[in-house]
């Protein structure tokens, strides 16, 4: 059997999203007949149906949803080919880091600093997203390298070097009793009446059970810390977006975080090695986080549902 051409996988892609040869056909601006000869040759091709069709419309198969998954895939990588292909073409272009807003701050100024130093070092775009996105934007070919968190962040696939590791915080409305504390533990911000704990995504875009509010940007969540609807705990150094309102309380036996710098296995850029190695320079003089200077206290078989 041929391969597959990406031409055949988006015309598949189209019906199997609209589960609809004439809608499917406006999307990918040609006539439907010609689509439906070519559903039809490609499961000819693969010696599987793809879709039941009747009069009540049109359905995927088993082997269609496979199919589906798997197509999405393909061009997904097809496309992050193309990208990597022209940035490495053009000579004086950028190399793109990605990290989460607020988060790893102070790390992120120190190897600015160190790069815009270093003779010949390739200047650095910025790239901040919310939570979760990071692995996406690497994958797509949107990013070079990423600041990310294990164990809460996707590093499936991808090389990684190990930068600091540190404690947590939990951030509280300034005006809430718990604010006043030196510390915290795991039990004590996990069910506070009047404060539930906010619910980040996991990473298949789902959300943990529970009575706090489902968040999905830092912006969200400052307000609603600030309106004292809702609590977090977060990496100590992700503390950088913390408003005036705000408080961060150390939170003595949640899960240490890691921060690491990670980036496509496939990568063969000298600028990405060269950014690498500055990173991997700086991380053993990065500054001890609020939460690694407080004694530890009990220890917790629980684990939070806060993300950074």
Excluded at 66 to 76: K, P, S
Excluded at 78 to 100: I, M, N, P, Y
Aim: with cysteine; charged share 25%.
């Amino acid at each position: 059997m041929d391969d597959l051409e990406t031409r055949e996988l988006r015309y598949f892609v189209a019906v199997a999203e609209e589960l609809h040869f004439g809608r499917a056909a406006d999307r990918l601006g040609m006539a439907q007949p010609p689509l439906s000869r070519a559903i039809r040759r490609l499961e000819r091709r693969l010696g599987v149906q793809l879709f039941d069709r009747d009069r009540r419309g049109v359905a995927l198969t088993d082997a269609g949803r496979v199919l589906l998954r798997e197509a999405g895939a393909a061009l997904d990588a097809v496309a992050a080919a193309a990208r990597r292909t022209r940035r490495a073409g053009d000579a004086k272009r950028s190399l793109v880091l990605v990290t989460k807003a607020g988060a790893s701050h102070e790390l992120l100024r120190r190897l600015l600093d160190t790069l815009a130093n270093e003779p010949g070092a390739a200047p650095v775009e910025v790239l901040l997203c919310e939570v979760g996105e990071q692995a996406r934007l690497l994958r797509d070919g949107h990013a070079d390298v990423a600041l990310m968190h294990r164990p809460f962040d996707d590093l499936a696939g991808f090389d990684t070097e190990d930068l600091y590791v540190e404690g947590q915080v939990a951030i509280l409305p300034a005006g809430h009793p718990l604010a006043s504390r030196d510390r915290l533990t795991l039990a004590e911000v996990r069910d506070v009446p009047d404060l539930p704990i906010a619910r980040w995504p996991r990473l298949d875009g789902s959300y943990p059970d529970g009575p706090g509010p489902e968040v999905r940007t830092q912006s969200q969540l400052a307000q609603l810390v600030a309106l004292g609807k809702t609590l977090l705990v977060i990496p100590a150094s992700s503390r950088a977006w913390q408003w005036p309102e705000h408080v961060a309380v150390p939170v003595v036996d949640a899960p240490d975080v890691t921060t690491v710098i990670a980036w496509p296995p496939s990568s063969r850029s000298p600028a990405v090695a060269s950014l690498v190695r500055s990173a991997t320079m700086l991380r053993d003089t990065a500054p001890p986080s609020p939460a690694s200077r407080v004694p530890p206290g009990p220890p917790s078989p629980s684990r939070s549902n806060a993300r950074p």
